[in-house]
Structures are given as structure tokens and as C-alpha cells.
């Protein structure tokens, strides 16, 4: 399995994107990584360092966070996602993982993979954690701002899948996010969404609400990348604060600051239940190749396990399941 790695996109390319890559490749040595980006600059990462399985392909441009994805996919030509994403197209890597610009590696997925045959439009998919530990798959998160019902249920199907082969569940609940559990609920959009999932094999158990997708209701939510973009945020901006707030608690007296060496190791869990850097990234399911987007602050860890989510990707055959899938009686 050949992937290739985004080694300059990101808030901390190239340095942790290459660590991460250097601790997949040694834990993985099935796996042979090409890291795409400034030679001298991740060479000087590697300090020196070998691996049979490492190797790099040069480039001289970067999509900078701030660049519009569109223009900067079509005009640098010699960038590193763009190369990486075009190794894809031409067959010489099997997929290609990125923490850089979020919107670039989509238009690099539309415009240089291209889509699966039957996909109308791709869906950016995002692990989220629960309290109850299991996980949440939520699509679309903000490939798509506006959405048909078909289109809900094309991400309802990928969604099934992925969750299967990636996340190992046995037979996953597929939610529609809306405003209310009852079938009546919610806009044009989620009423008609809610006739074509009820008439599926896959496990529908019907609207979910917001409130509920974090204490595991489902292990799919469905909704348009506007909605799912706004929420994934709002979930981040929250954990954040909830996080420096606690902290902020227990460094306000020296008592608190005893309470809180006391209670370090069921924090320390407690962080790593909702720390994202363990959820690896996110998939864009739909194009015709497995790319996968790791989170833009991403540290070496969090890309580690985006590589490790790719090759589950590969292991499992997702994208043959999904081509399948989309060809079957449950897309028509």
C-alpha cells in the first residue's frame, strides 16, 4: 500500500506532519510513504534518518491556508497537494492524506481524482467521541453547503459502509440530524431525506437531535455540510473552553491545585477520551480515491493516526464497497 503524504500542509508542516509520518511508517511497515514537499526541509526533519518504506518526492509550491481552493488547485500546478492528489489520479499511490487548506484538498479531489461513478456529491466525514467511548461518524461536515435528499442518502450509504470497514461496527445506526425525533420534524430538506432512508436495508432509527449524538444515540449522523460545519465548530469552540476552564479552576488556589493532582489520572483520561489527535482524520467520501483530510493542528500523533486511518481505508477496500454500494438498490 502506497500513500501519499501532504508533508507542507498544515500549522505545524513540516516538522510534526513528518514525525507522524516517521511513526506510521515504523509502526506499519506494510505501508510505503511518499512524502511530498520541500526535500531539504523534511530531510533536515529526518535528520539524516532512513526508512525502506519513507520516500520523497519534490516540490517547490505550497496552498497556503488563505489561498481560495479553487485557483490555488488549478494554478499551483507544483504544489504539494496538488502533486500528491495527481499521484493519486495517475495510479502511482493509492490514496493521500493532507492537514493542509480544507478546501483545497476538496477541489483537489473533485477536480484532479474525480468523483465515483453514481456520486453526485462527495461528503467530507468527521469521527467525533461520545461518552460512552464508541465514536460518532457525522457527514457531510463542509464539502457540500446545500444539499438534496438524494444526496443525504448517498452520504447515509457511504456513511454505513465506512462505518463497517473503518470503524468495525456491526450493523451501524444511521441517524438524520433535525430539530425534533418525530417523522413531522424539521425543513423540506430533512422531511423528504426521512421518506428515502425509511424505505433502506441499513439501520435507520430516525431523526436525532444535537443534544443527543454525544451520549451515542447513533454511530451515523447524516445532515448538509452547512449544518455539519457549523456544529463540528461549535463542538470544538466547546471542548476547548470546557477544557481551559477546568483548568482554570484548578490552578485558582492551592487547594484547588491538590484537588487537581489528586484527580490528574481521571483527568488525564478524561482528555484523551475527547482529545482529537486519537480520532485520525477526516475522509472525503465519494471521490474515486482514498484522500483523507487530517485536522489543520494536527501534532505528529493526530497524523499518525490519520495514516493509520487511511491504511483501514485500504485494508478494507471502502472505496470498492462504496462503488458497490452506490451502484446498488439502495442509492435508487
Known amino acids: 500500500m502506497r500513500l501519499a503524504i501532504d508533508?507542507?500542509?498544515g500549522d505545524h508542516a513540516p516538522?510534526?506532519?513528518?514525525?507522524?509520518?516517521?511513526?506510521?511508517?515504523?509502526?506499519?511497515?506494510?505501508?510505503?510513504?511518499?512524502?511530498?514537499?520541500?526535500?531539504?526541509r523534511i530531510r533536515a526533519i529526518l535528520d539524516d534518518e532512513t526508512r525502506s518504506n519513507i520516500e520523497i518526492v519534490h516540490t517547490t509550491e505550497v496552498i497556503a491556508a488563505d489561498d481560495e481552493p479553487v485557483r490555488a488547485v488549478r494554478r499551483k500546478q507544483d504544489a504539494s497537494l496538488t502533486v500528491a492528489a495527481r499521484m493519486v489520479k495517475e495510479g502511482r499511490v493509492d490514496g493521500f492524506v493532507s492537514a493542509g487548506n480544507t478546501g483545497a484538498l476538496m477541489a483537489a479531489g473533485l477536480l484532479v481524482i474525480g468523483r465515483v461513478e453514481g456520486i453526485q456529491r462527495p461528503a467530507l466525514a468527521s469521527v467525533w467521541p461520545t461518552f460512552d467511548g464508541r465514536g460518532v461518524l457525522v457527514?457531510?461536515?463542509?464539502?457540500?453547503?446545500?444539499a438534496e435528499p438524494a444526496?443525504?442518502?448517498?452520504?447515509?450509504?457511504?456513511?454505513?459502509?465506512?462505518?463497517?470497514?473503518?470503524?468495525?461496527?456491526?450493523k451501524p445506526r444511521i441517524g438524520l440530524l433535525n430539530v425534533g425525533t418525530e417523522?413531522?420534524?424539521?425543513?423540506?430538506?430533512?422531511?423528504?431525506?426521512?421518506s428515502l432512508f425509511s424505505q433502506q436495508t441499513f439501520a435507520f432509527v430516525g431523526n436525532v437531535e444535537a443534544r443527543d449524538i454525544m451520549h451515542g444515540v447513533c454511530d451515523v449522523v447524516v445532515c448538509d455540510g452547512f449544518v455539519g460545519n457549523v456544529m463540528l465548530k461549535l463542538v470544538e469552540g466547546v471542548g476547548l473552553g470546557m477544557f481551559n476552564a477546568l483548568k482554570e479552576v484548578f490552578l485558582a488556589s492551592p487547594l484547588s491545585k491538590l484537588a487537581a493532582?489528586?484527580?490528574?489520572?481521571?483527568?488525564?483520561?478524561?482528555?484523551?477520551?475527547?482529545?482529537?489527535s486519537e480520532y485520525?482524520?477526516?475522509?472525503?467520501?465519494?471521490?474515486?480515491?482514498?484522500?483523507?483530510?487530517a485536522h489543520g493542528s494536527s501534532n505528529a500523533r493526530a497524523f499518525e493516526m490519520a495514516i493509520e486511518q487511511a491504511r483501514q481505508f485500504l485494508l478494507h477496500?471502502?472505496?470498492?464497497?462504496i462503488r458497490a454500494g452506490v451502484g446498488g438498490d439502495e442509492t435508487r
Do not use: S
Open 15 to 40: 516538522d510534526q506532519i513528518v514525525q507522524g509520518a516517521w511513526r506510521a511508517a515504523e509502526r506499519f511497515p506494510d505501508l510505503q510513504l511518499v512524502l511530498v514537499g520541500d526535500a531539504a
Open 280 to 293: 485520525g482524520g477526516a475522509p472525503l467520501l465519494g471521490v474515486n480515491g482514498v484522500c483523507i483530510k
Open 317 to 321: 477496500g471502502v472505496l470498492d464497497q
Open 7 to 9: 508533508a507542507m500542509g
Open 151 to 170: 444526496h443525504l442518502l448517498q452520504y447515509a450509504v457511504m456513511g454505513d459502509l465506512y462505518a463497517k470497514y473503518v470503524l468495525a461496527v456491526d
Open 261 to 276: 493532582l489528586a484527580l490528574k489520572p481521571g483527568l488525564k483520561r478524561f482528555k484523551q477520551k475527547f482529545d482529537y
Open 183 to 194: 417523522p413531522g420534524k424539521g425543513n423540506a430538506l430533512t422531511k423528504e431525506a426521512y
Open 139 to 146: 457527514l457531510d461536515v463542509g464539502a457540500n453547503m446545500d
